[in-house]
């Protein structure tokens, strides 16, 4: 498929690109496009456009500096053309896609020759894809507008479920949407509002699926999100975030985005897919929390009935699911005491295995910080037979709101129905609410009905994400408890389930399905192999895994220190008092840097204990947003004064702080995985009982990854200069330090 007439345009875009930015070829970026153009150009098909090779699959490690968005575009998008497919670049943020879209697609297309334009033969279209969540919805627009001027009175029919009291700053700002969307000023794009709009300020402006009345709503010709989405099956390329891949594979593919059969998928930050479907495939539920809600649904259609006289069926469905909801609610009721019980335990005497936070107490009231895992994920035979009946209250309750939810929309349908039209919408609305969230709760209950060993069939296992066909066996699903503070100062047990590999996932809703995907980052080997990456990711043995070099010097440009600070991180208390007294006199305080903490604890700590001469040069994760973190240090960097940003493992990837804004790199200690973590705890229990190391196998690489991680944050462009230390002399000390010091990138060394 790769014929000569495709190996030209790809050939001519990228000596287009070259000259176009004045640049000379990068050795790495030519071995990206190549591996990716031979990796894609060789799929077979069927009649039918399928793909029926084992192959297509394309993973490419590219070193900082290699320009991979470059690479896979030049490569993917002419290839996807011809075979009459479309293209999904997913990144890891919101932020990430805006840029991609608004700047660097635009101008690499415009330099290659290919502008943006489809009307033109080597033209391509692009588009921005967002969850529903990004959009404003017009209909509940005009709710909370009509709401604010008292012009419904019956606005928002279970107002309790929304809390809505706008100041006057914000229904201005609403009026002015409205103003710009009626005008077609402004696409209901959260992230294009010139002014920034709190959370509890937007929410009431959104709908999930659930709440959305699609076709049915009088607003369907002006929704924000179905422009957006009607734009993407138009478009050569779409570019998602992760997230939203993730959505929408959880959906069964095709519901969001393109189906996965007519799809090439580009993973950008590919190292974070494991991550992101772990926690997307993930739940939890909060018992008080549920047990309340589920007695508010009760009380708000004992509120709502009089107003359904007239329509006999639907008061006759909302009584009934008044009861079940009532039912729910007594089981959830006589389930606290059994998990209490759990928690109440300070000995692991009846096969659980306790794990206290960082406050010691007796009296559950007096911490929020105490947690509980299932031994290898198994919550037990009491606890499953009382979630097999709460998960059949609740799935009972979940078919009784979709038959409700069909009965509304088809009411709307009506055109003499004895219920207001608005009426309709609002209640149809609520009633998304509870669907979405019961089948939440529901799910969450139906993990800890089944446990592992009762999962059934491979197809079965293979849906929840279970299946490891990486390691060739069954994962575990990791299930814990907490015992937390509510917002209302009351404590609250909540009960969390993850799957603990995310191989099954992508198996069985990804891979095999697919035409085509390219996952690319300058991090995805550890140890120097992409082995722990494929078992993770659950990659077919037929992925093509390549490492090409990045562009820069590192020995040239950066050197990596590791003093002699006299103590270990073994010795927590001693290594924090070092950090004190060292943290401050390896700063230069009047230049960029970044100092990285695996624990919020010891960060907070040595922030405690800085030179108050230092304090105003510093800002420490917490304080404001990420974002406007970042903000801040690089308005201190341009006035010329110098700035520390003190943070966690959210700063130390994807952050961007070329130049002047990082010239020294500080990393506490090498990040391994919190030990009592319930994902990792519950994995490297089942991978010592498969006869593996779960350091070696589990721990180890990824701390290489978070440590990789973490260094890439010095040198961003060829023009950086700078330092790294690592105060944590393991990493010499210790053999494995070697291995974690083989994958990092050749800076100078300074080891004393």
Request: include cysteine; proline fraction near 5%; glycine fraction near 8%.
């Amino acid at each position: 498929m790769l014929d000569s007439e495709l190996k030209e345009e790809i050939q001519q875009g990228y000596r287009q690109f070259l000259s176009s930015n004045k640049l000379n070829p990068r050795l790495g970026q030519k071995q990206m496009i190549a591996a990716i153009a031979n990796g894609l150009g060789d799929i077979e098909e069927d009649d039918t456009g399928n793909r029926v090779s084992d192959n297509g699959i394309c993973v490419v490690e590219a070193g900082t500096g290699t320009g991979k968005t470059i690479a896979y575009l030049l490569s993917v998008l002419p290839i996807a053309r011809k075979l009459g497919k479309q293209v999904v670049v997913a990144t890891g943020t919101v932020a990430l896609q805006e840029q991609l879209v608004n700047r660097d697609i635009p101008s690499l297309l415009e330099s290659a020759g290919w502008g943006s334009d489809k009307g033109s033969k080597k033209g391509y279209s692009i588009a921005l894809a967002k969850g529903r969540g990004r959009y404003l919805c017009p209909l509940r627009l005009e709710q909370c507008l009509d709401a604010a001027t008292a012009k419904d009175s019956g606005a928002f029919l279970f107002e309790d479920e929304i809390t809505f009291n706008p100041t006057s700053h914000i229904i201005a700002s609403y009026r002015a949407m409205d103003k710009e969307l009626k005008q077609e000023n402004w696409p209901g794009d959260r992230d294009s509002w010139p002014e920034s709009i709190d959370d509890v300020d937007w929410q009431p402006l959104t709908v999930d699926r659930r709440q959305c009345t699609g076709r049915r709503c009088r607003y369907i010709r002006e929704c924000c999100f179905f422009k957006a989405r009607d734009a993407l099956e138009e478009s050569d390329c779409i570019v998602a975030n992760h997230d939203l891949v993730m959505a929408d594979l959880a959906l069964g593919g095709g519901v969001i985005l393109p189906a996965p059969e007519n799809t090439i998928y580009i993973f950008d930050e590919g190292h974070r897919i494991s991550a992101t479907a772990l926690n997307h495939f993930s739940g939890q539920c909060r018992l008080k929390s549920t047990i309340n809600w589920l007695s508010r649904i009760q009380k708000q259609i004992a509120g709502q009935l009089p107003l359904l006289v007239n329509t006999p069926d639907m008061t006759n469905r909302l009584e009934k699911i008044a009861d079940v909801a009532s039912a729910s609610e007594k089981l959830l009721g006589i389930s606290y005491p059994l998990f209490e019980k759990f928690l109440d335990q300070h000995d692991a005497d009846n096969g659980m295995r306790g794990v206290r936070g960082t406050r010691e107490t007796s009296n559950l009231r007096a911490s929020d910080d105490i947690r509980w895992c299932f031994p290898g994920g198994d919550p037990g035979d009491e606890v499953r037979e009382m979630a097999e009946h709460i998960s059949e209250h609740l799935s009972t309750l979940v078919s009784m709101l979709d038959t409700l939810s069909n009965q509304i929309g088809e009411a709307m349908d009506e055109p003499h129905y004895p219920l207001p039209r608005v009426d309709l919408e609002q209640l149809f609305q609520q009633v998304g609410v509870w669907q979405s969230r019961v089948e939440g709760t529901q799910r969450l209950w139906q993990s800890y009905s089944q446990g592992d060993a009762q999962n059934g069939s491979k197809s079965d296992s293979k849906s929840s994400g279970d299946e490891n066909p990486g390691r060739g066996k069954k994962s575990p699903t990791a299930r814990w408890l907490t015992l937390e503070e509510s917002p209302g100062g009351n404590m609250d047990i909540r009960l969390s389930a993850s799957p603990t590999d995310a191989g099954g996932i992508f198996q069985a809703n990804l891979w095999q399905r697919c035409y085509g995907a390219v996952i690319t980052s300058a991090t995805l080997r550890t140890l120097g192999s992409f082995s722990n990456f494929q078992q993770r990711c659950g990659l077919p043995e037929y992925a093509q895994c390549t490492a090409v070099e990045g562009a820069f010097d590192f020995a040239r440009v950066g050197i990596l220190s590791v003093p002699d600070i006299g103590v270990d991180p073994s010795d927590a208390r001693g290594h924090t008092d070092a950090l004190i007294e060292k943290i401050p006199e390896l700063i230069d305080w009047d230049e960029g840097s970044l100092v990285l903490f695996s624990s919020r604890r010891q960060m907070d700590l040595v922030c405690e204990q800085l030179p108050a001469e230092h304090l105003d040069h510093v800002l420490v994760q917490g304080q404001w947003g990420n974002q406007e973190i970042v903000r801040r240090h690089k308005e201190a960097i341009d006035q010329g004064e110098g700035s520390a940003i003190f943070g966690l493992a959210s700063f130390a990837e994807g952050m961007d702080f070329p130049g002047d804004y990082c010239r020294h790199v500080i990393i506490a200690k090498i990040p391994f995985a919190v030990p009592d973590d319930p994902v990792y705890s519950t994995l490297s229990e089942w991978l010592e009982q498969q006869g593996s190391n779960p350091f070696m196998d589990l721990m180890l690489p990824d701390a290489s990854l978070r440590l990789h991680q973490a260094c890439g944050r010095l040198i961003r462009t060829e023009t950086d200069t700078g330092r790294i230390t690592i105060l944590d002399r393991r990493i010499v000390t210790k053999r494995y330090g070697n291995q974690l010091l083989a994958d990092l990138p050749p800076f100078g060394r300074d080891f004393h």
